[in-house]
């Protein structure tokens, strides 16, 4: 396995300890979830920053199903995640708060909850579906 292959397992397990550990809130406490929402957010960036070239060949190529449905995932993903941060941002109490960004609490909890629900289905699917289709064998391989 080459090292850049290393690197992105790596990635996408630390993504997947994080998510769920931001989940047991209650667990971990306010300023620990918002340590590790800032850091799953980083990891979300490095993940598709070493994942580049399939951004980048995003519009060649014939569309398979299962390309349309992981394309789909991802945009889905990334709304999620991009309602997470800025709802996120807006009801920190302890890392951001010299952004002095206050106010409709009630609404960014709202999407920081939905954000966050939909994104565990989400993140699911779409890990489910890269997992079955690496375990595949190959055309002319044995399993």
Not at 72 to 92: F, P, T
Not at 107 to 131: D, E, F, K, P
């Amino acid at each position: 396995m080459s090292r850049k292959q290393t690197i992105k397992m790596t990635v996408d397990a630390l993504m997947s300890i994080a998510l769920l550990l931001l989940m047991a809130y209650e667990l971990i406490g306010q300023t620990t979830h918002e340590v590790i929402g800032t850091a799953m957010f980083l990891l979300f960036i490095l993940h598709h920053a070493l994942n580049q070239s399939w951004g980048w060949n995003i519009l060649k190529g014939r569309y398979t199903p299962y390309r349309a449905v992981q394309t789909l995932l991802v945009g889905l993903i990334l709304a999620g995640m991009l309602s997470q941060s800025v709802s996120g941002v807006l009801l920190s109490r302890h890392l951001y708060t010299f952004l002095s960004v206050q106010g409709h609490a009630h609404l960014a909890r709202t999407l920081h909850m939905l954000g966050a629900y939909w994104n565990l289905v989400l993140m699911s699917l779409h890990l489910g579906l890269l997992l079955r289709k690496i375990s595949r064998p190959r055309k002319g391989e044995q399993k």
